[in-house]
């Protein structure tokens, strides 16, 4: 299916999928490379889940090989993108969702804090943000894959939530082979469900937005001066993350 059908799909429904996209040794790397990473992790925090019972977030490092051009400035993300938005958007989040066994299916939520104008949250405005996400294991229906409610991006939160709840919307679950890519409109209705298995379900974050907008409303880690150096201008132009010297 050619881009500009996914990104018809991914303005009139709210997420499209492009399936077997990205290169699987490299999303392989990057698991294994934040395997014993993400152990320690849900070692040391297991009982102080940040999303829920038993979900996690965490920040994704910036060291490769959990760090990876591919998972930046893949043209055929970018072109889907900036077709939404615009030229110059700009990537500033890079983490990782972990719901383990014991997870609940989330509310029905939306992906920012508060919207651009808080004395007209319901306006109708043109994409700002999008969200890019990518499992580094297979998500199949047991690990607890994210739920849309299509379309409702398009809607004002009541009647979003008011379809939602009425059975009126029909939701997806959206299962993801290693490869996949999911781009979704952050504020389309989706939530997470259980995680049934014994493996952490790790789905990968990236945001992309206009480059006028900024949030802090999660945590970031900062790119090594070594890598920012190594990454052409083109690229550095893209990320809009703090630098480590």
Known sequence: MSAKQKLLDLKENGYCVLRSHLPKGVIEACRDALWPVLLAYLKQHGHESNRGPHRHFLPMPFEPPCFAPEF????????????????????????????????????????????????????????????????LIPIMPAHGPIEIAPGTHRMTREAAMRSVECGQCKLCAVPLEIGDVLIRHPWTLHRGTPNTTDMPRAMTTVRYVRRWYSDDSREVNAIPNAIWQSLSREQQNILHFPVKN
Do not use: K
Not at 93 to 114: A, I, K, M, T
């Open 72 to 135: 930046f400035f893949d043209e055929g993300v970018l072109s889907i993108v900036r077709g939404a938005m615009d030229h110059r958007v700009v990537a500033d989040q890079w983490g990782c969702d972990v719901p383990l066994r014991g997870s609940e299916y989330q509310r029905f939520h939306v992906d920012y804090q508060r919207p651009l104008f808080e004395e007209a949250a319901d306006l109708v405005l043109p994409t700002y943000m999008l969200i890019v996400n990518f499992g």
